[in-house]
């Protein structure tokens, strides 16, 4: 099994990262802040717009290690990386099974009805833990949900084409985000939830969960390239420049385990207060910065937190679910595996 590395997240503006012998150190204005050893760390992420060291990134690049840059918000800025070692075969067969639409399908069947099941699963975690004090018409809706999300899944099971699947996963989508607000608990009108909105998101809960697929993003992408796949090559999501599609399309199974239930519970346990939130004068909102400190810590210790892989039937921390199933999904496209084992959540 994979061992579970760290990933270095560096909020601050006014920082500074340094190599110093086999250690990566952040400073602020001078300051030392922390300093982490090379070997343990997976990958590096920088809000805003920090410097580096070209000793440290080429030592980052030497060893395997991603910086990524992002906005305050989590969108995505740019990449450092050093050369790629992916096993070009693999490649080459990934791209062959990305133009024949027969083999697409069923891992596309597999992850839509995998992201289906766990959308499901949240909602009924809620039905299950707060039936008792939920209004009337509100858990009419998730059951409701619960009913539809699951004929959904039935009929992804049957589905033949992507199209028809891409179909699915947005009507899924839709029943999901429209009960969404049943979720959100306490009674705080700052966190009303109404749909999905990004680039910018509209309301402090789409800050959240916008926030929250950033990272899944960069694990995801990380995770797809450390088993030597191209994360840009897609099957549900189509190709287009500048998109890591295969990362999106590896997202989409793991986005309610990790990031939806996570930003609920944030919410739900009022870890989050309303004034953690920017509004900007554009329209958009963020998380302020020592909201975002917060939110990175929490998502941190959730990948720390264990669950049994329904597949491999082992015990795993949940930061390696994207490694796992990237991992299946190359032993698939190399012929391993007869089929592409989509992650469900029980």
Known sequence: MRRMLNTIY?????AWLRKDGENLVV????VERGRAPLHMIEGVVTFGRPGASPALLAACAEAGITVSHLEPNGRFLARVEGRRTGNVL??????RLADDAART?????GIVAAKTANQRTVVRRAVRDHAGTLAEDALAALRAADERLTDIARRTLAAGDVAILRGLEGEAASIYFGVFNHLVRGGEPAFAFSGRSRRPPLDRMNALLSFLYAMLGHDCRSALEAHGLDPQVGLLHADRPGRASLALDLMEELRPVLADRLALSLVNRRQLAPSDFVMEEAGGVRLADDARRAVLVAWQERKRDTLRHPFLGEDLPFGLLAHVQAQLLARHMR????????????
Do not use: C, H, S
Request: without cysteine; aromatic residues 12%.
């Open 90 to 95: 693999l490649r080459r067969a990934q791209y």
């Open 335 to 346: 012929g391993d595996l007869d089929g592409y084992p989509g992650f469900i959540w029980k």
């Open 10 to 14: 560096v909020t601050a503006e006014a």
């Open 27 to 30: 400073e602020v204005e001078g």
């Open 105 to 109: 399908v069923p891992i596309v069947r």
